[in-house]
């Protein structure tokens, strides 16, 4: 590795992200390299990350979802995400802490940022999640959760909520962690894809 300032990830980052993260020093610096390979300035923009979800999903639309992704970890709404938010949303999608995804997702479904959820915000991101599974996986998915509004309204009433009710992030949380099928219900299940890809990129 490059002996200069700027291939080399500053220790504190490193211990932090190391802390934070499951992943070990040798992978965050080989996965800092590759960043500053793909983003020299050390900013990913939404559009380049919109880019890397459309490698993942060639037979799919992933774009309303990775903006939504992008959104939820752009955590000072600079429009970039930094070597450290991409850490964290890596982490996150892939193998965090139930409580950490569960804070994750739910910053995820809060689309206006406004601290609850509104059944028109459930809908609007299952229904990107949608745009990801292949026409003809749609067609085995079972009957009451085919469709986008469909799989709303099944979320919505396990929280037991009216349509115009909202859902605090508490709420949001106990509820998915009291119910394993809210989960299978509000993620798409990517993390085994990126993975893949990813270690076809290392090789």
């Known amino acids: 590795m490059g002996n200069s300032k700027s291939s080399a990830l500053s220790k504190g980052l490193l211990e932090e992200l190391k802390s934070n993260t499951k992943y070990s020093e040798a992978e965050l610096c080989t996965w800092y390299q590759s960043f500053l390979k793909e983003c020299p300035s050390g900013k990913i923009s939404k559009e380049q990350f919109e880019g890397i979800y459309a490698s993942f999903f060639p037979d799919a639309d992933p774009t309303a979802y990775a903006r939504h992704v992008f959104r939820s970890f752009d955590t000072n709404a600079d429009g970039t995400l930094d070597f450290k938010e991409y850490i964290v949303a890596l982490h996150l999608t892939s193998g965090g802490k139930t409580l950490q995804k569960l804070e994750w997702a739910f910053a995820l479904y809060d689309v206006?940022?406004?601290?609850?959820?509104?059944?028109?915000?459930?809908?609007?991101?299952?229904?990107?999640?949608?745009?990801?599974?292949?026409?003809?996986?749609?067609?085995?998915?079972?009957?009451?959760?085919?469709?986008?509004?469909?799989?709303?309204?099944?979320?919505?009433?396990?929280?037991?909520?009216?349509?115009?009710?909202?859902?605090?992030?508490?709420?949001?949380?106990?509820?998915?962690?009291?119910?394993?099928?809210?989960?299978?219900?509000?993620?798409?299940?990517?993390?085994?894809?990126?993975?893949?890809?990813?270690?076809?990129?290392?090789?």
């Open 112 to 203: 206006d940022g406004n601290g609850t959820i509104s059944k028109n915000e459930i809908e609007e991101i299952v229904r990107s999640i949608f745009n990801m599974i292949p026409v003809d996986d749609q067609k085995n998915l079972p009957e009451d959760e085919n469709t986008p509004e469909k799989r709303a309204e099944k979320i919505w009433e396990f929280f037991g909520k009216k349509d115009n009710d909202k859902i605090s992030e508490g709420e949001f949380i106990q509820g998915v962690m009291d119910n394993k099928d809210i989960l299978r219900l509000i993620q798409y299940d990517e993390p085994q894809k990126i993975k893949d890809k990813l270690k076809e990129k290392k090789q």
